[in-house]
């Protein structure tokens, strides 16, 4: 999400207004969950996806319409009858999905409001997006105002009354998803923003190389870690979020905040400081530790950290071969497996918390 939120104020600082599409309800089979989103800019070039196909294509001609008008539109589709210009419709999936196709402007309001968003999420801060959709009826299309909870207060154009505030505090809305609720007869679209899991590489060589570009495609945050200055730039990890020079791996997490939303692997150059790691790792509230080795490798640090006191139950939970098992041999398929086992973890917490 901080991805869609940082590529909609880049554009909005460089004079573009843009369309953000977000999927707002669905029920049946549906490519996507509620809550993903899609920027569309005046070119017809688009960043982001809710689900693509013929449903995607039909939101992407209906926001270029819209740049004229300058508003907003609601729209349901269908995705057993929907088909675009002389493509054959798609195969029939029994999905119905509300898109909110958004308008959004550059004055500096928004660009305020989309400044915080993005710092908000860069800084690890959960957001919530609340917009009140304004019926257009001459046009048959929309305004939607749009405020942002800041500390104890909301910023933007729209000015939540204290019974909609309450109302709003009784709601639970899943992290990175979007509702649409009514309230006192209007209508509004609320969007729980969370930032992106830390995925904490420790080790800058061939193996981590690979991984924090895989990592980057799947939306992670990165940071780097590792003692050999000649090794951890910017220049091999152009993708890293953070890069960091450690004198020694005596004192690695000390400077961060771990907890469930962290991971951490391990791709040290040695078994040493990879036990050396993992019992630091291990002392943190992560939500994922994993190491790369072999079967043999986990064997021998397990036991030397169980006799230094690591409980053999926190060592059940280390991933050990780190990655999904897929044959993997060359640092770039590595880098897939570990990449896919991260994204499956995600996806079973994320599971747990619906």
Not at 180 to 205: M, Q
Not at 244 to 265: A, E, G, K, W
Not at 273 to 278: E, G, S
Request: proline share 3%; aromatic share 6%; glycine share 6%.
């Amino acid at each position: 999400m901080l991805a869609i939120i940082n590529k909609i104020y880049q554009a909005l600082l460089a004079g573009e207004p843009v369309f953000l599409a977000t999927q707002i309800s669905h029920s049946g089979s549906a490519p996507r969950e509620s809550g993903s989103k899609v920027i569309i800019y005046p070119d017809g070039s688009i960043f982001g996806s809710i689900g693509g196909g013929s449903i995607e294509q039909e939101v992407i001609l209906t926001a270029r319409s819209l740049f004229i008008l300058k508003k907003s539109m609601l729209k349901s589709y269908d995705s057993e009858s929907i088909s675009v210009g002389t493509a054959a419709p798609d195969m029939s999936c029994g999905g119905h999905t509300k898109v909110l196709i958004e308008y959004i402007p550059t004055d500096d309001n928004t660009i305020e409001l989309y400044r915080y968003l993005n710092e908000a999420l860069e800084n690890g801060k959960s957001v919530q997006l609340l917009g009140c959709i304004i019926s257009q009826e001459e046009t048959d299309t929309l305004i939607v105002q749009r405020s942002v909870q800041r500390e104890d207060s909301w910023f933007g154009t729209l000015s939540p009354s204290i019974d909609l505030q309450q109302f709003l505090e009784q709601k639970r809305i899943n992290n990175n998803t979007a509702a649409l609720i009514d309230f006192e007869d209007r209508h509004y679209v609320i969007d729980s923003l969370v930032p992106p899991n830390t995925l904490f590489i420790i080790g800058a060589g061939h193996v981590a190389k690979e991984i924090v570009a895989l990592a980057h495609e799947a939306s992670f945050r990165t940071i780097v870690v590792d003692d050999r200055a000649s090794l951890a730039v910017k220049e091999r990890f152009p993708q890293a979020d953070k890069i960091s020079v450690c004198p020694d791996f005596t004192d690695t997490f000390s400077h961060y905040l771990i907890d469930n939303n962290s991971y951490i692997i391990l791709v040290t150059r040695s078994h040493s400081t990879d036990k050396q790691v993992l019992a630091q790792a291990l002392a943190t509230a992560a939500g994922y530790i994993g190491m790369i080795g072999s079967r043999k490798k986990k064997q021998q640090i397990y036991k030397a950290l169980q006799s230094e006191g690591i409980n053999s139950a926190r060592l059940d939970h280390v991933h050990c071969p780190i990655g999904l098992s897929i044959g993997a041999e060359t640092p770039f398929e590595i880098g897939v497996s570990v990449i896919a086992e991260l994204i499956q973890h995600r996806a079973q917490e994320a599971a747990i918390r619906l």
